[in-house]
């Protein structure tokens, strides 16, 4: 334990230091090469505007090539897989691409992906307006939103953990030490492994990521509700509307764009969603999701990189478009800038 504190401080240490020194010294490497001080006239301003053009894309050039790497590169590696055989050595065109559609538990791992897209998202968003408005004006409203937040900062193998005990099970005639089935055992009712429900399973799953996204949620519409101007809410008051009318009928139309956002964000994450289902159920019990299907696929059962490729390719398609709305949304809240 010691030595991974060790390691994972080092670390911070030299990634922030070598960050801290790589732009110091190109600044002062351009101001070296492109002396601005102790030049007169033209030539001060012709290095003034050399200057101008060099440093942006030395500052950008480490994040640009960062991204050619860890990016575009897989992405075209990717794409190239998706064309090949099982071990990556024959082409095989859209074979693969065949057998997903017809393959029974990549259709379920799609339904099961809907079904996380049609809740999680939608009651992420909701929890968290509903509680930047409650928490907004009341005295102990900050520490409120800081204990939403905090889930957040756990990760979701931990999350998942940290739920496994809530849904925890235990044969007929134990003690059970699982939240839920304590609960459900103390008034009466039969204990239950929730987690091998067909169907059910889903959305007790999809209560450890609403658990972990509300707080995102929360601080981002907070934000918006904070940008409505007082004038507004007064005047909707002197008009004699009452709060469930100002809220439904001022506040969200006035932060439709930053909600639009925020549901595409977690929409974006939740297609993406692998850690809490690879912890808590594997895919077993019909709880499969494409990340996860992608994953066993690549790297279990002697892997296929062929199909495994081909499952991350279709992810990658239905979160584009995503994306590109996303961000032609909050370019349109900045106002382009």
Request: proline share 4%; hydrophobic share 55%; glycine share 10%.
């Amino acid at each position: 334990m010691a030595t991974q504190i060790f390691s994972a401080i080092f670390v911070i240490i030299v990634g922030v230091g070598g960050c801290v020194a790589y732009f110091w010294g190109a600044n002062k490497l351009v101001d070296l090469i492109f002396p601005s001080r102790g030049v007169a006239g033209a030539a001060a301003i012709d290095n003034l505007r050399r200057q101008g053009l060099v440093r942006p894309w030395l500052f950008v050039g480490p994040a640009m090539i960062i991204l050619t790497i860890y990016l575009i590169y897989p992405v075209a590696e990717t794409l190239r897989l998706s064309f090949l055989d099982r071990g990556g050595g024959n082409f095989v065109g859209f074979a693969n691409y065949e057998w997903a559609f017809g393959d029974r538990e990549f259709r379920n791992s799609i339904l099961n992906n809907i079904v996380w897209l049609a809740v999680v998202p939608a009651a992420c968003t909701f929890l968290g307006l509903i509680i930047a408005v409650l928490t907004d004006k009341i005295w102990w409203g900050t520490i409120a939103k800081s204990l939403i937040f905090l889930p957040l900062a756990i990760s979701f193998v931990g999350a998942s953990v940290i739920w496994k005990f809530i849904y925890e099970y235990r044969g007929e005639g134990q003690t059970q030490i699982g939240i839920l089935n304590a609960i459900i055992q103390h008034f009466g009712g039969q204990p239950q492994v929730w987690i091998s429900l067909p169907f059910w399973n889903n959305f007790f799953l999809m209560v450890i990521l609403i658990w972990i996204q509300t707080g995102f949620a929360m601080v981002i519409l907070s934000s918006a509700l904070r940008g409505i101007p007082e004038e507004t809410l007064e005047a909707a008051v002197i008009d004699g509307a009452n709060p469930f009318q100002i809220f439904w009928k001022i506040m969200v139309p006035q932060i439709w764009g930053t909600i639009a956002v925020v549901w595409t964000t977690i929409t974006i994450l939740v297609l993406k969603v692998f850690d809490i289902v690879l912890t808590m159920t594997n895919g077993q019990w019909n709880s499969q999701v494409l990340a996860n299907l992608m994953f066993d696929w690549m790297f279990r059962g002697g892997g296929d990189f062929g199909r495994g490729a081909t499952i991350a390719i279709i992810i990658m398609i239905a979160v584009i478009p995503i994306m590109v709305w996303n961000i032609r949304q909050a370019n349109k809240e900045t106002g382009g800038h």
